[in-house]
């Protein structure tokens, strides 16, 4: 049986469609995740799922317990593991409403536990990060996109900022001159957790307005049509994730 783990960002809290859900409570030598983890199916799928932001309690980027977060999901032995994650865009061919699989990231973050190496052990583990997203995830979430016919972006750099405030004009042209080409706040130390535990990972970004100082963001950010755009490229990513776990030989991914 096939078990993938969701972490939800701004535009998926909850899941409501899970069938024989059960909430697990895990504390953890890190303290408590965002939330309790949600366990249940979707047709024959085993879904664990984790609100990053929390659920009674909203979290800011900068204040999510990450390591927690992840230690708990690993406990339950996922297959994979797919984050979500809204986004603004820099580069002009990418639009509001359109979903990209990123395959690099740049880390502007400060001040975040980053690692599970805490000084205390005889040893340090070091990990190869060179490529910091689970190829064979993202190659499973992109056949499923097409299967499903959601165009979506192959590739690209997460830039991930400190938050919660959005980034100045200036500071987005700075990360585009660095190559970035969507600018979030979530996907680190996340992604980077996931490697030190071994768990397959990989992000689906949900564009939802042109970073600070582009196009429709010249002068400010609209937040007008934002919730509607997140909505709905939520759930095209839900559908992927779900259709990427049908799909799944589990001796692809090993």
Known sequence: ?????????????????????????????????????????????????????????????????????????????????????????????????????????????????????????????????????????????????????YPIIDGGVYGVTQGPRLETASEVDRMARDGVHYIGMTLMPEACLARELNLPYAMICQIVNHAAGRQTSEECIDFTNLSEILERTTKQSLEIVLKASEDLNIDELK
Not at 1 to 13: C, N, Q, R, V
Not at 108 to 132: A, K, L, M, Q
Request: hydrophobic share 40%; net charge negative; aromatic share 10%.
């Open 1 to 149: 049986m096939t078990t993938i783990a969701i972490i939800g960002g701004s535009g998926l809290h909850e899941m409501p469609q899970l069938s024989d859900k059960k909430e697990v409570f895990s504390e953890t030598p890190w303290g408590m995740p965002s939330a309790p983890l949600e366990v249940g199916f979707i047709g024959k799928t085993k879904v664990v799922f984790l609100s990053r932001h929390g659920m009674s309690v909203r979290y800011p980027p900068h204040m999510i317990n990450y390591r927690a977060n992840l230690w708990a999901i690993n406990q339950l032995s996922p297959d994979f593991v797919v984050g979500f994650g809204s986004v603004g865009c820099i580069s002009p061919e990418d639009k509001p409403g359109m979903l990209a699989i990123p395959d690099q990231l740049i880390d502007y973050t400060w001040g975040r536990e980053s690692s599970y190496n805490c000084g205390d052990s005889e040893t340090i583990v070091h990990i190869d990060f060179t490529n910091p997203f689970d190829e064979k995830v993202r190659e499973l979430l992109l056949d499923a996109s097409g299967a499903l016919s």
